[in-house]
C-alpha cells in the first residue's frame, strides 16, 4: 500500500497523515551486505495545497540493522529525518503524477531515504575495529611440533641456502 494523498481532501485545509510503509513497498534494492532494512518506515506528515504545489512537511523514521565496517559487531540504526519537507509541482514540466486525484509520495520517500543511508556504518564514533592479531608465533593444530609460520610453503623457500 503506497503512500498517497488525495488533492481532494487539501482543497479546503492541510491534511495529516501518519503511519508505517512496510519495507517492501519501499523497493529499496539493497545490495549492501552491511546495511539492512526490515522493519517498516514511520511517517508522520501534513500535506497542504499552495499555489499549484503540494507541500509536504513532517518526519520519516526507518530503523537499520548495520553491521559496523570496522569490528564487523551487528547494531540497530535509525535513519531519521526529522523535519523532511517536499514542494512537489502538480502543473507544468516537472509536475508529479497525479492518479485518481492522488499524488503516491513514495517514490519520493524512497530517494530520499536511499540519500541518507550510511556508507560505512559505524557501531559508535571511536570504534577501534577487530583486536589486533597476536603477536609470535602461533602452533599449528594439525601438527603440535610445528607452528604455523613454519608449515608455509614460504617458509620452507626462505630456509634454503642458495650459493651465488
Partial sequence: MPILVNLRHLETDSFKLKGELP????????????????????FKFEAQLIEGELLVQGSLLLP??????????????NLELAEWAQLLPLEGDEK???VNDCVDLTPIVR????LEF?????????CRGLP?????????????????????????????????
Fill in 118 to 126: 550510511p556508507q560505512h556504518p559505524l557501531c559508535e564514533t571511536d
Fill in 96 to 98: 508529479v503524477s497525479v
Fill in 23 to 42: 519495507v517492501a513497498e519501499l523497493e529499496l534494492d539493497l545490495r549492501d551486505d552491511l546495511v539492512r532494512a526490515e522493519k517498516p518506515l514511520c
Fill in 64 to 77: 537499520l540493522q548495520c553491521t559496523c565496517v570496522r569490528c564487523l559487531k551487528n547494531f540497530e540504526w
Fill in 132 to 164: 589486533k592479531k597476536l603477536e609470535g608465533k602461533v602452533k599449528n593444530p594439525s601438527d603440535p611440533g610445528q607452528t604455523l609460520e613454519e608449515s608455509s610453503a614460504w617458509a620452507a623457500l626462505d630456509k634454503l641456502k642458495l650459493n651465488k
Fill in 111 to 114: 530517494e530520499d531515504i536511499l
